[in-house]
């Protein structure tokens, strides 16, 4: 089973980081036919005792393995200017929100960058688990790091996600158009 | 695909098209979101009721380890000029099911002993119920049975 899927840019800046549009619907492939049945012949009608008279048909009912995720806006992440002698400080984001809908089990939330940021600048990860999942702060990289842990049948939406750019005093400023890159969500098998 | 017409006591109760084995299929849902229902509206039937009094279509099914959830209507197409039956709404196929009204009120000599409707069948499953790869499919023997009411 193929799904579209949607990316999040991100955009990082020496004094602004800024992220942008970021979706991700990621699933997992399956194979309808794996577990197909073949039913019985249809019988033909049946006369009954009693001056009734019965037809039969046999229907399936089958369910595949569905696997999504969305998540909501693109974001924006300025620096501010540090005073002087003073490091930058972190700045956060926790505007965004995912949804995912889950009916098997020992699923995980994975996540990534389309390319690295330059040296001197990093952006971290925190989504809002799902009941019974657990989640860890992650920074991410063009690596897939695990971000979400022991998803099970599950349908929730409105899960928060939390960014955070740094940037160090290395960093020389980029104006306000920022760095971007794409942050990529995907749910797969644990 | 369907199945020959029978006749006792000149009553007949048969598929016009469709009848034959039928799989629906839940592959959908919005992020967030349940599963959504399958459909099937491809099996129609004919009956006649000539057994001298009031007839009645029911229903019932066998289905050893239902998971998931199946409804069937009988949505009547043409009867006789006229006349007048009492459809009924969805009925929930469970396994073991004592039989179901879906037609009522077939009057025996009216234009409504005989007539033609559609099954539709609807199939729903929520994200707690899993999915057939971990359970298996849902393998249902719908019966459909004209008699006395």
């Given amino acids: ?190 | 695909m369907g199945t020959s017409a029978t006749s006792v006591d000149a009553q007949r109760l048969e598929f016009l098209t469709g009848g034959g084995p039928i799989t629906l299929e839940i592959s959908e849902a919005p992020p967030g979101g349940e599963p959504v229902d399958a459909t099937d509206a491809g099996t129609r039937i004919f009956w006649d009721a000539n057994l001298g009094v009031p007839a009645k279509l029911v229903v019932s099914t066998m289905a050893t380890s239902q998971h998931f959830r199946l409804f069937v209507e009988l949505q009547v197409t043409s009867y006789g000029t006229g006349s007048m039956v009492d459809m009924h709404p969805e009925v929930e196929l469970v396994d073991g099911m004592f039989d179901e009204d879906i037609l009522t009120n077939i009057l025996p000599g009216s234009r409504s002993q005989q007539g033609t409707g559609l099954l539709r069948y609807r199939a729903s499953a929520r994200v707690a119920d899993g999915n057939s790869q971990t359970h298996g499919d849902d393998t249902h023997t719908v019966t459909y049975t004209l008699l006395a009411q």
């Fill in chain 1, 1 to 190: 089973m193929v799904h579209p899927q949607r990316y999040k840019t991100v955009g990082l800046a020496a004094w602004a980081l800024s992220l942008f549009s970021a979706c991700v619907v990621a699933l997992l492939g399956l194979s309808p036919s794996a577990w197909a049945q073949t039913p019985p012949p249809l019988p033909d009608a049946i006369p009954l005792a009693g001056n009734q008279v019965s037809l039969s048909q046999t229907v399936t009912v089958r369910v595949l393995e569905i696997n999504r995720i969305a998540i909501s806006g693109d974001v924006l992440i300025p620096i501010a200017e540090a005073e002087a002698g003073t490091p930058l400080s972190p700045v956060t984001h926790s505007g965004s929100t995912y949804a995912l809908t889950v009916n098997g089990s020992d699923k995980k939330i994975v996540g990534s960058l389309d390319t690295e940021f330059p040296a001197g600048m990093e952006l971290s990860v925190e989504l809002t688990p799902p009941p019974g999942a657990t989640a860890t702060r992650r920074i991410l990289s063009s690596d897939p790091v695990d971000l979400v842990k022991g998803v099970n049948l599950i349908a929730a939406t409105n899960l928060g996600i939390t960014y955070t750019g740094h940037a160090d005093i290395t960093v020389a400023p980029t104006g306000t158009a920022g760095i971007s890159r794409r942050v990529t969500f995907t749910l797969t098998s644990n």
